[in-house]
């Protein structure tokens, strides 16, 4: 089994910046992709961003394209999503998600194992 954590979740006014992070134990992976999602109040699971085991390629919605950063430590075995210039409407629950192959798929189910969250608020 893989567990991940996020961290770095917050309250921070609209313009600011949060740097999450999802930590990585248990059984590990070659060649797997990780993603980001989110999730609003009333609103459906969506995707934010993945990359692959590298780091070399990386999908973004197109929302927070420009704005946010995907990257990973492999040797930490972490994961970060670096986000500027955050907007009221990026408030949501943030989860990561690990995907147990290649390819960067934005579809939830495409993903195996998933952590808890952790919450992101933009106040205007």
């Known amino acids: 089994q893989v567990q991940l954590v996020e961290s770095g979740g917050g309250l921070v006014q609209a313009g600011g910046s949060l740097r999450l992070s999802c930590a990585a134990s248990g059984r590990t992976f070659n060649n797997y992709a990780m993603a980001w999602f989110r999730q609003a109040p009333g609103k459906e699971l969506e995707f934010v961003a993945a990359?692959?085991?590298?780091?070399?390629?990386?999908k973004y919605a197109d929302d927070v394209k420009g704005r946010f950063t995907i990257s990973r430590d492999n040797a930490k075995n972490t994961m970060y999503l670096q986000m500027n210039s955050l907007k009221p409407e990026d408030t949501a629950v943030y989860y990561c998600a690990l995907r147990v192959a290649e390819g960067l798929e934005k579809g939830q189910n495409d993903y195996h194992y998933w952590g808890q969250g952790t919450q992101v608020t933009v106040s205007s």
């Open positions: 990359l692959n085991w590298s780091g070399s390629r990386t």
